[in-house]
């Protein structure tokens, strides 16, 4: 078994791609963006061209607010959102409420992502979800915090990193999560300070010397904390706005701060409420923030696989523009995305997918999502949630506050993501949503909501579904990063046939054409479809991207 | 890995019990398939990792130091009055009643202070040292990942086979630890639940050398893993069993509560009893990371660490209980560890930041009940940021398992560490694994001792060495070093020149250690 580093790829160029731009490509671009491109979006981001394509990726559709549908909720209607809602007055039904809203944010985001399918392509979930790996703030316990810590992701997901950084750090969900909450100049504590400076934004680097991590020192990070001391959470449980952060100059620490010699020595007056943006402003000043952060862009977009000249020409140009453009991140993901680099062979399913992309990456090209109303929805919708999060990507108490193993941990990188439960969970999820008789359901409040693929809409969608041959071929090409080998994708077409020879499918299909409504057409196509279906997503092939 | 070729290679297949690999219902393996004799080669490490960096001052508490320890961390000490006393200036923390009460049993030791220099305060850079055995950068692979790739350079391909039908580590809960990473593949396996079956279709892919080809690969090859060594695992745990009422899991009446760790330690004794060859399991208790309300204000005692160290106690308890009622109890050894300690003084939000050193536990039948290290010292004044001094590197710790343990060659050790240059540290006592001379005491008078001292002791022949340790594990003087026949034998020890202090006599022989304290006046 040959290791993963011998391959380099052909290009480190970041000039824009003006090759053939093909479906493969396409596709390539659509699969790092979003979490299961449709067939619809592949052809129109072809139709585009790769700089406009791009382009119309790099808008954010702002996200509708969660809504209330769990009975348990005790002030919101049903049906309308509850994040500009107060806390219940009632000591007795605070629980019940927090947890409704708990399930509400759960069916939030799977919905959200579900429903890309839907819209225009846009890198909005894909990057929010970049964003809440990169702070990684847990859960607040009030709901409103947690909802906004993802707006604020989702305002600042493509804006100025500067301005997302301090906006962050003053946000109630993070400064419960990092304790900048409970942060006061008689004992401050270090949390936020730390990581801040080691994962938000300049990075450590090697240890140097005592304390010193080449970017920089232990000294600092107690500076920081000191700068941070006095920030508040107002909790604001029984009124009717949200909680907010406010700074208190009496928890303050007003002396000076001296910062190391990573930071040309500097000395952090005391300026009240604004001095943590005089320190952000520091360490914005430092190049290897841009490098930093464009480095872990380059992971989660194109391949964990960085080579030093990788490091020095492709990141590097992704860190200058960055600094060219003030820290802005859209200008930096458009050249990444529309370069010769990124469309590089080696880069093509480099990726293995988390839970959330494998998933939807069976539902949403098969145009699956529920269609059952509030309740039936969201109750699918947070099953669909909580399937990714048993198989580890829970989504609002990620693993640690460097996020997830999958895209830090060397050397193994987003093999993380499988292991023999989770690989055993995945071909489970497979059997649930294809072959399985009920699908994924939800019996929650006594009724039964569940969701398969229909394979019959599906076929009917492709371009030839009456040949089996094409058809194998047009689903290989909408599924896999890569072309299969030719003895797999006859196995698929062994599969579809049932072992006849290919006119068998074909008489069928059209059978059942001529009789949708008849079972005895109908049911075999669906099997064998459904059968077709779960051999793919159960291949190897399968789980890149 | 060829599947078919592995069942025909492998002996169990030409046992009367039928493999039925289409359905993985492999019936139950009969015991005594598994009565191997026991040997270091049937040798346990069970490693349990507190991750997020231990409070380790509130954990194992030098009581001679607590005076200052009030000024450092007035709000989140324990209160003197409930600490476990364990030595006379070293107590534990009241959730450790269990490991405390293993400890007086001489089934515990404590190692102070383990660390290594220049500490990084970084959880994951951090825990990447401790995992990788190594402070340079450049090295991905795990300390064990590397000690097992001295020996099977091929792994994964063609692995599971006839020799090494097991894993070679399993990796209890839901991720994979890097400690055993290596080049290629991690050598350790994933066992969320034992009674798992794992039927997964399977199938050939090809590696182009690209991170695709690498990564489909990967699955292929785990696929095939997860079926094959699930075959095993499942086996080993219908053919094992576990004893012990202490666990704290679903179904004992006894206990209410359910804790995770307990029931991953109760699966580990069962694949275990039922004959599974792994040598090494891992387990992850995670919320370490006590930045904010470590302890319960109203009663220092309580609060969120004594709940994490409750539970790892009383685990541990009911695993070393489930060895003991199994006989298993010579062939498994354990240690925690975790990737820092924190800091001496405590925050404002009764919590602590991330520090440098800290104690780690050992257990076992076979560890000596000791103290390693001295208690860390505390100052009456705070120093911003400090934490507490490393002592012990926790390199030594491993490459003295691995040397006392799994009895690895000095040479093979050295090329798992090769940075950095080893101080072996005496840590196994008292198990003698042929079971007959447990019984035969182990005398030294006089003892507080001046300059001179007696010993006599019982060896079951061949190489015998026997060392003066002192408490940071050091070999301070050798008495012998040589073959000897079977019997007991009297020694006098020159003690002239050494200084006052705890020490133990150490007695080192082919088939297992044993060793008396001994006190210089």
């Known amino acids: ?545 | 890995m060829d599947r078919r070729k592995f069942i025909k290679n492998l002996s169990l297949a030409s046992a009367t019990v039928p493999f039925m690999v289409d359905n993985i219902m492999a019936q139950a393996l009969p015991n005594n398939l598994f009565n191997v004799p026991v040997s270091y080669e049937d040798r346990v490490l069970v490693m349990i990792r507190m991750s997020g960096g231990n409070d380790g001052l509130n954990m194992v508490i030098p009581i001679d130091q607590y005076d200052n320890l009030m000024i450092q961390r007035p709000n989140i000490i324990i209160p003197e009055n409930k600490i476990i006393q364990g030595t006379y200036d070293l107590g534990f923390h009241p959730a450790l009643n269990g490991i405390s009460e293993m400890f007086n049993d001489g089934k515990a030791s404590v190692m102070q202070n383990v660390g290594y220099q220049e500490q990084n305060r970084s959880h994951f850079r951090s825990m990447d040292i401790w995992s990788t055995g190594s402070t340079e950068i450049y090295e991905k692979r795990g300390w064990l990942g590397r000690y097992f790739e001295q020996n099977h350079p091929e792994y994964p391909d063609n692995y599971p086979n006839n020799i090494n039908p097991d894993p070679f580590a399993v990796s209890m809960g839901n991720s994979i630890s890097t400690t055993c990473q290596g080049t290629i593949a991690n050598f350790s396996t994933l066992v969320s639940k034992p009674s798992n079956t794992y039927n997964l279709e399977e199938s050939l892919t090809t590696n182009d050398g690209t991170l695709n080809g690498c990564n489909s690969s990967f699955v292929t090859t785990l696929i095939e893993q997860t079926n094959a060594y699930g075959l095993r695992i499942n086996a080993a745990y219908d053919a094992g069993n576990s004893l012990s009422q202490y666990y704290y899991i679903d179904n004992n009446p006894q206990n209410d509560f359910k804790s995770k760790i307990s029931e991953q330690l109760k699966y580990v004794a069962q694949m275990i009893s039922g004959g599974m060859q792994t040598k090494l399991y891992i387990l992850d208790v995670n919320g370490f990371d006590t930045h904010n309300e470590q302890v319960d204000l109203s009663d220092t005692s309580t609060g969120v660490h004594a709940e994490l160290l409750q539970e790892i106690s009383d685990a541990v308890y009911a695993f070393q209980n489930d060895l003991e009622l199994l006989g298993l109890d010579k062939r498994v050894m354990g240690m925690t560890f975790s990737e820092f300690g924190r800091q001496i003084a405590s925050n404002g939000s009764a919590g602590t930041d991330h520090g440098d050193a800290a104690p780690l536990f050992l257990f076992g039948k076979c560890i000596s009940s000791s103290i390693i290290g001295n208690n860390p010292v505390i100052l009456d004044e705070i120093t911003n940021q400090k934490g507490v001094d490393m002592q012990i590197d926790f390199r030594d710790v491993y490459a003295s398992i691995l040397k006392d343990w799994f009895r690895i060659s000095e040479d093979q050790i050295t090329t798992i560490f090769e940075n950095h240059s080893i101080n072996y540290l005496t840590l196994m006592d008292g198990c003698y694994s042929n079971g007959l001379h447990d019984e035969e005491p182990t005398l030294i008078w006089p003892n507080p001792a001046g300059e001179i001292t007696n010993l006599d002791f019982y060896t079951p022949g061949g190489d015998t060495r026997v060392n003066l340790v002192d408490m940071r594990g050091r070999i301070v003087r050798n008495y012998m070093d040589m073959a000897v026949d079977e019997g007991r034998h009297k020694l006098e020890l020159n003690l002239n020149g050494v200084s006052k202090g705890i020490y133990r006599i150490s007695i080192v022989t082919m088939n297992g250690n044993k060793s008396v304290s001994l006190a210089i006046q």
């Open chain 1, 1 to 545: 078994m040959p290791t993963c580093q011998n391959i380099a790829p052909t290009t480190l160029s970041m000039a824009p791609y003006t090759g053939p731009w093909t479906k493969d490509l396409a596709s390539h671009l659509l699969r790092r963006t979003l979490y299961g491109p449709t067939q619809v979006q592949i052809n129109d981001t072809v139709a585009l061209g790769v700089d406009f394509a791009v382009e119309n990726l790099l808008q954010i559709i702002p996200s509708t607010d969660p809504l209330t549908w769990h009975p348990d909720e005790a002030v919101g209607a049903q049906g309308a959102t509850w994040v500009t809602e107060f806390y219940p007055t009632d000591e007795a039904l605070v629980d019940p409420t927090e947890d409704a809203r708990k399930h509400s944010l759960f069916s939030w985001i799977a919905g959200r992502i579900n429903t890309e399918q839907n819209a225009s392509p846009s890198i909005t979930e894909k990057i929010c979800f970049f964003w809440h790996n990169h702070f990684s703030a847990k859960r607040s316990g009030d709901g409103r915090n947690t909802f906004m810590y993802h707006r604020l992701l989702d305002t600042h997901a493509l804006g100025n990193f500067r301005t997302l950084i301090e906006d962050i750090t003053v946000d109630p969900c993070m400064m419960y999560f990092l304790d900048t909450a409970s942060n006061t100049k008689w004992s401050p504590n270090e949390n936020y300070a730390r990581e801040l400076l080691e994962l938000y934004t300049i990075g450590k680097g090697p240890l140097i010397g005592p304390g010193d991590y080449s970017n920089y020192t232990e000294e600092d990070i107690a500076a920081g904390a000191m700068i941070l001391t006095g920030w508040k959470v107002r909790e604001n449980k029984s009124a009717v706005a949200n909680p907010y952060s406010e700074f208190d100059p009496s928890h303050h620490e007003d002396s000076d701060k001296q910062l190391s010699h990573h930071f040309n020595n500097a000395i952090v007056a005391s300026n009240d409420e604004l001095e943590y943006k005089d320190f952000i402003d520091l360490i914005f000043q430092k190049d290897e923030t841009a490098f930093h952060i464009s480095k872990k862009l380059y992971r989660f977009f194109v391949s964990t696989e960085i080579t030093p000249e990788i490091e020095s020409s492709v990141i590097d140009q992704m860190a200058q523009t960055m600094l060219a453009n003030n820290y802005e991140i859209r200008p930096v993901l458009a050249e990444l995305l529309k370069s010769e680099h990124f469309y590089d062979l080696v880069n093509i399913g480099a990726h293995m997918k988390s839970p959330l992309e494998f998933i939807f990456s069976m539902m949403n090209p098969t145009l699956t999502y529920p269609t059952n109303g509030l309740d039936g929805d969201n109750l699918l919708w947070k099953q669909l949630y909580a399937k990714a999060s048993s198989i580890n990507q829970n989504w609002y108490t990620p693993p640690s506050v460097a996020g997830w193993p999958c895209f830090y941990q060397e050397p193994a990188f987003m093999q993380h993501w499988l292991n023999a439960a989770t690989i055993n969970s995945r071909f489970w999820y497979v059997t649930q949503l294809t072959t399985h008789s009920t699908g994924i359901s939800s019996d929650t409040f006594g009724t039964l909501y569940s969701i398969k693929i229909d394979a019959l809409s599906f076929l009917a969608t492709l371009q030839t579904p009456s040949d089996g041959s094409a058809m194998i071929d047009e689903i290989c090409l909408l599924f896999l990063p890569r072309l299969l080998e030719q003895t797999k994708r006859d196995a698929l077409l062994n599969t579809l046939t049932d072992g006849l020879p290919e006119f068998e499918w074909t008489l069928q299909y059209n059978e059942y054409l001529a009789n949708p409504a008849d079972v005895n057409y109908s049911d075999p196509v669906k099997s064998q479809m459904e059968a077709v279906l779960s051999q793919l997503f159960k291949s190897p092939e399968f789980q890149s991207c």
